[in-house]
C-alpha cells in the first residue's frame, strides 16, 4: 500500500461520466510504481473502504453545474468545505463530504488530504461507451496534466508548479 | 388559486425520483406523482453484444445494487445456455447472495431509512442522519456498522473478484471455488453478522416500537395500501432471496399464483403513462385498474414486507422467530404497513446471516466442481432473484451465435412504481391541508417511497453546491412563488 491513492469514480458507459475513469487510466502509466489507483462507480459510504489508511487521496471525478461551462474544471478540498455546501442527507445514499465528516467522527484514519478535481461535464446520462462529448474531450489533456502537477506536488513537494497556478 | 409542488432530488447520477403535488383552490391536494427516470435504455444497449458479456454489463446500471443484477444474469445465463450448475456452485452463489443481502439491509437501516425513525421523522434535517442515529444508539454502534459492512465487502471481493462488479458468475457455474480458509473466515463474519442483526432488532424494538408516537405512525392508515404481494419461496414456501418459484399472495394473504421465472410474462404486464419513465407493473390476470388499492386492482409490491408477506415463514430458526413476532404484532398477515418494511428488513438480514453461517459451514461448499460447462445453443433465458429492494427479473434472447437480440429487464422499483405512487398520493392528502407546507410535512410525505429504498442513487457523486432536495411552489398560472430548498 503505496501512502497516496488516485480515486476515479464514474461509469465508463456513461458519456462525459467515465471522464474520471479514462484520466486515471492515462496518469495511471506514468505514476503506477509510487501511486495507488482504484476505479469505481460506487459513492458516499462505499468509497470509505478505499480511501482509508491512505495518508492524500486524488479524486478524478465529472461534475455537472448548471452555470459552468463543459470543460471548465474545479478543484475542491473536502475536507475544509463548509458544511453548507454539502447536503446532509439524500433519499438514497449519503454523500462523501458527509461520510468523511461521520468517519471523523469515528475517528477512522482518513487521509489529510482529500483533494477532488472535477471536470465540468455536458452529458452524464447518455448510453456512449467511452465517447465524450467534444468540449469535454476538449478539455481532457489539461485535466489530466493539472492531475499530474498534483501527484507531482505531492511526490516532491518542492520541485513542480501547484495546479492552482495551472489553473489561473 | 391552484398550486403545483414539486419534490425534486437534483442530482446526476444513476437516475432520480422527483415527486410533483398540485394543490386545488383550497390549497388541499389534488394528486400527487412520482416521476422515476430509471434505466435508460440499458435493454437497448445490450443487444448486439455477446449474452455472456451481459453479466458484466449490467451491474453497470447503477452503483447501487450491481450484485443482484449479476446474479440474475448469471442466472438468465444458466437458462439461455440450458445448463444446470453443479450444487456447490449453486451454494457458493448463494452464499456470496447472502453476504450482499447482510451488507445492503444493514446500511439502510442505519444511514438510509433508520434516520427517519431513530432521530424522528419531523426531526430537523441536519440532525437526521448517521451521526443523529450514533448519537442515539451510542458511538460504538457507528464503528460496528462500519465494520459489518467492510468485512462483508471483503468476503464479496475476495470471492467474486470484486465488489462493486462481480465477475464469477458463468453460465453454469462460478469461476472461483471457496477454499477451506476462506469459508473460515466467511463464518467468523457470519457469526458476527447474526450478533449485529439481533442487535439492530433490539434497536428497532427499544427505540421504535416502544415509542407510542412512532408506532402509531407506522400503523396509522396514512402508510398503508391494500396490494398483492411478491417475493420469491424455497420449496417450503421460505423466503429465498437467491432461487425458487416467484409467489404472489393477494391481499388476503392467500396464495394468487406460484410461478417459475420462466412464467413471468403471463403472470405480470407493465402500464404506461405518459408523464414517467417509469413503467407501472401490475398483475396481468387481475388487471390494470388504475392506482388504486384492493383485491380487484391488480397493482402489486415487492421489498421485505411483501417478502415475509409472501411466504411461509423464513428458512432459518432466529429469523423465524422474529417472523412470527412481526406478524403477531401488527395484527396477522398480510402486513399492509408500508414502514413495517423496516421492520421486515432487518429480520430479512437476520436471516441472510444466518444462512451466511449454514453455507458456510456446508462442506459441499469447498467442492472443486463449481462449473459445467455448457455446450447448448442458445435461445431464450430468463433469471430472478430477489433484490434487496424486491423482485428483479433479466430475460434475454439471442441468435443462434449466442448474441443479444431482446433483452428486458424489470428492477425492483419498477415493480414498486405503483404503490409508491398511491402511497405519496395518499400520504400528501392526508398531512397538506390549506396549502401549509414544510420541511417536516415533506419527510413526512417522503417516508413512503424512502422504505421501499427505491434505486435512485440520489446527490451522492454531486459533491458540493447542489442540495438534493428542491420543492417548487406554482400558482395558477405557473408563476413560481416559493422555493424550498433543505
Given amino acids: ?168 | 388559486m391552484a398550486k403545483r409542488i414539486t419534490i425534486d432530488p437534483i442530482t446526476r447520477l444513476e437516475g432520480h425520483g422527483k415527486i410533483e403535488i398540485f394543490l386545488d383552490d383550497k390549497g388541499n391536494v389534488e394528486n400527487a406523482y412520482l416521476q422515476v427516470p430509471e434505466l435508460r435504455g440499458f435493454e437497448q444497449f445490450c443487444i448486439g453484444r455477446p449474452a455472456e458479456e451481459l453479466a458484466r454489463i449490467t451491474p453497470r446500471i447503477c452503483g447501487v445494487c450491481p450484485t443482484a443484477h449479476h446474479m440474475a444474469s448469471t442466472k438468465a445465463l444458466d437458462d439461455l445456455f440450458k445448463v444446470d450448475p453443479p450444487p456447490a456452485a449453486k451454494k457458493i452463489r448463494e452464499l456470496f447472495y447472502n453476504i450482499f443481502m447482510l451488507e445492503d439491509h444493514t446500511l439502510h437501516f442505519y444511514f438510509l431509512g433508520g434516520p427517519d425513525f431513530v432521530v424522528g421523522p419531523t426531526a430537523p434535517a441536519a440532525e437526521r442522519n448517521i451521526l443523529g442515529v450514533l448519537a442515539k444508539v451510542g458511538l460504538e454502534i457507528g464503528g460496528k456498522v462500519i465494520k459489518m459492512r467492510r468485512e462483508c465487502r471483503e468476503l464479496m471481493t475476495m470471492m467474486a473478484g470484486k465488489v462493486i462488479h462481480p465477475v464469477f458468475g458463468l453460465p453454469g457455474g462460478v469461476s472461483k471455488g471457496v477454499k477451506k480458509e476462506d469459508a473460515e473466515k466467511i463464518q467468523t463474519v457470519a457469526k458476527a453478522g447474526v450478533e449485529f442483526a439481533q442487535f439492530s432488532l433490539k434497536v428497532f424494538e427499544d427505540i421504535v416500537l416502544k415509542n407510542k408516537d412512532y408506532l402509531k405512525l407506522i400503523v396509522g392508515d396514512i402508510y398503508m395500501n391494500k396490494t398483492y404481494s411478491m417475493g420469491m419461496v424455497d420449496n417450503n414456501n421460505h423466503v429465498n432471496y437467491y432461487d425458487g418459484l416467484v409467489r404472489v399472495v393477494d391481499t388476503n394473504g392467500k396464495e394468487f399464483v406460484k410461478f417459475k421465472p420462466r412464467d413471468y410474462a403471463k403472470v405480470v404486464a407493465e402500464h404506461v403513462e405518459p408523464w414517467s419513465y417509469i413503467k407501472f407493473l401490475y398483475l396481468k390476470e387481475v388487471g390494470w385498474k388504475g392506482f388504486v388499492d384492493g383485491q380487484e386492482s391488480g397493482v402489486y409490491r415487492v421489498a421485505p414486507m411483501a417478502r415475509l408477506n409472501a411466504a411461509d415463514g423464513m428458512s432459518t430458526p432466529l429469523a423465524q422467530a422474529e417472523y412470527e413476532k412481526l406478524f403477531k404484532t401488527l395484527g396477522g398477515k398480510p402486513v399492509q404497513l408500508t414502514l413495517a418494511t423496516h421492520w421486515a428488513r432487518l429480520i430479512e438480514a437476520l436471516n441472510a446471516a444466518e444462512v451466511m453461517l449454514k453455507l458456510s459451514q456446508d462442506p459441499e461448499i469447498t467442492s472443486d466442481k463449481f462449473r459445467t460447462i455448457p455446450t447448448a445453443t442458445p435461445e431464450e433465458g430468463i433469471g430472478i432473484v430477489e433484490a434487496p429492494r424486491g423482485t428483479l427479473f433479466h430475460h434475454y434472447k439471442t441468435d443462434k451465435n449466442g448474441m443479444i437480440t431482446d433483452c428486458n429487464l424489470i428492477v425492483a422499483t419498477q415493480n414498486n412504481s405503483a404503490v409508491m405512487n398511491m402511497g405519496i398520493q395518499k400520504a400528501a392528502k392526508a398531512l397538506i391541508k390549506d396549502g401549509n407546507v414544510n420541511e417536516g410535512i415533506l419527510n413526512l410525505i417522503e417516508l413512503t417511497y424512502r422504505a421501499y429504498d427505491p434505486c435512485h442513487a440520489c446527490g451522492t457523486h454531486s459533491l458540493p453546491g447542489n442540495y438534493p432536495i428542491e420543492v417548487n411552489i406554482y400558482d395558477a398560472t405557473k408563476t413560481l412563488v416559493k422555493t424550498i430548498k433543505k
Fill in chain 1, 1 to 168: 500500500m503505496n501512502k497516496i491513492l488516485v480515486l476515479g469514480l464514474g461509469n465508463e458507459l456513461l458519456s462525459d461520466d467515465a471522464v474520471g475513469i479514462i484520466a486515471l487510466k492515462e496518469i495511471k502509466k506514468k505514476y503506477e510504481h509510487a501511486i495507488d489507483f482504484i476505479e469505481s462507480s460506487e459513492s458516499g459510504l462505499s468509497l470509505l473502504d478505499y480511501i482509508v489508511g491512505y495518508k492524500k487521496v486524488l479524486i478524478l471525478d465529472s461534475i455537472l453545474r448548471e452555470n459552468e461551462s463543459p470543460g471548465t474544471i474545479e478543484e475542491i478540498d473536502i475536507l475544509t468545505m463548509e458544511e453548507q455546501h454539502y447536503s446532509p442527507h439524500s433519499p438514497h445514499y449519503i454523500g462523501l463530504p458527509y461520510t468523511l465528516k461521520l468517519a471523523q467522527y469515528l475517528q477512522l484514519d482518513i487521509p489529510s488530504v482529500i483533494k477532488v478535481i472535477a471536470l465540468n461535464v455536458e452529458d452524464p446520462y447518455t448510453l456512449r461507451e467511452h465517447t465524450l462529448t467534444p468540449k469535454v474531450a476538449e478539455s481532457l489533456p489539461f485535466y489530466i496534466a493539472i492531475a499530474s502537477a498534483v501527484l507531482d506536488g505531492w511526490l516532491c513537494p518542492t520541485d513542480p508548479p501547484s495546479s492552482n497556478d495551472m489553473l489561473s
